[in-house]
């Protein structure tokens, strides 16, 4: 068994490996073992990896499956005390695995952690995927340490405490093997978007521990296979959240969070229709709350087991604010000006 292995997920993301795959061997491979699963690209990814590194141990997958399936069939065939989920898109830095390790070694309660999160573009700002870690207001929308909405802030070292969070994001996580399974990986329906933050919600409930080790960085590029402008991303963000919440939310706050979601989804689609022109947005969250109440009735089994699992929760699963109502009315644009919580 490897203590580390470092498994990229990879969809004809041949270029991007071409950039950052070298930095991950040459700041890694003292540490960890390397993969990459490789979900049926059809841009010769898998070619250019045997010819330029067979030291990467390929996984090769029989179709795309997505972010969450695919790593779920991936990681089933890695025999490691620790797994890195780690974006094809993520530029390492010397030292970054360090920390992450001697701190998972020292601190058994914790099941997964992320670095500090950067961006490439900017290397003084955070990136907006999981900047210093995430959490959910009290309707289920994510928001990080160092990034509310499109906002993202600086990085001048405010966030450099290691800190307990809700979730770690996808893009650079790492996670016990044993928690990875115990609860069931990814959810593999969700394809891609939230994932990681479902996961992570779960492990909470089971009452283990998520953390943020800012004394580890790493940049990320961000968006390389669904812009942010896609509605495909649109429609995979409001169904899989909604999905998430259906599973997570405890019973006392189902149906009024629910309640008030579908008020403020559909408020969203006018809102990108009316304010924006963005005719495939509005389309996709319409579609997107339409295929969650056709696939809800899939999830009632998981509901009832996840909800089974409570009485550990190891924080606060959501915040008792809006992120709405404090970004748009009360004007916080960074994380140390929301509301502070026990």
């Not at 990229?8 to 930095?23: C, D, S, V």
């Not at 928690?179 to 978007?193: E, K, P, Q, V, W």
């Not at 022109?277 to 998981?302: S, V």
Request: glycine fraction near 6%; include cysteine; aromatic fraction near 14%.
């Amino acid at each position: 068994m490897d203590k580390v292995a470092i498994v990229i997920l990879n969809w004809n993301g041949k270029q991007m490996m071409e950039q950052y795959l070298p930095n991950v061997l040459l700041f890694s491979r003292e540490h960890a073992v390397v993969y990459v699963a490789d979900n049926a690209s059809t841009d010769g990814s898998v070619g250019w990896l045997r010819s330029n590194y067979p030291e990467v141990r390929i996984i090769e997958l029989e179709k795309n499956w997505g972010f969450a399936e695919g790593y779920n069939l991936a990681l089933r065939q890695v025999d490691a005390t620790y797994y890195v989920l780690l974006n094809s898109d993520v530029e390492v830095t010397h030292h970054w695995l360090v920390p992450l390790i001697e701190y998972m070694d020292c601190h058994p309660e914790v099941a997964a952690c992320q670095p500090k999160l950067l961006s490439v573009f900017r290397k003084d700002s955070f990136e907006y995927a999981g900047a210093c870690g995430g959490f959910l207001d009290r309707d289920g929308y994510p928001f990080c340490r160092g990034r509310i909405f499109d906002t993202v802030e600086e990085d001048n070292g405010q966030y450099d405490d290691t800190f307990q969070v809700l979730w770690a994001t996808g893009a650079c996580l790492m996670i016990r093997a044993a928690d990875y399974h115990g609860i069931g990986g990814l959810d593999g329906r969700f394809f891609a978007h939230n994932e990681e933050i479902d996961m992570c919600w779960r492990l909470n409930i089971k009452g283990r521990k998520v953390v943020c080790i800012p004394d580890s960085s790493v940049y990320h590029v961000g968006g390389g296979t669904l812009p942010k402008d896609n509605p495909m991303k649109t429609y995979l963000n409001f169904r899989n959240n909604l999905t998430m919440l259906y599973k997570n939310l405890p019973e006392k706050d189902l149906k009024r969070v629910m309640l008030r979601r579908w008020f403020l989804d559909y408020l969203a689609a006018f809102q990108t229709l009316i304010l924006n022109r963005h005719w495939g947005d509005f389309k996709a969250i319409f579609r997107a709350r339409r295929d969650f109440r056709r696939w809800l009735p899939d999830f009632n089994t998981d509901r009832e087991r996840i909800q089974a699992m409570r009485g550990g929760a190891t924080m606060q699963e959501r915040m008792p604010y809006s992120i709405l109502w404090q970004y748009h009315a009360k004007r916080a644009r960074r994380y140390s000006q929301l509301p502070k919580t026990e």
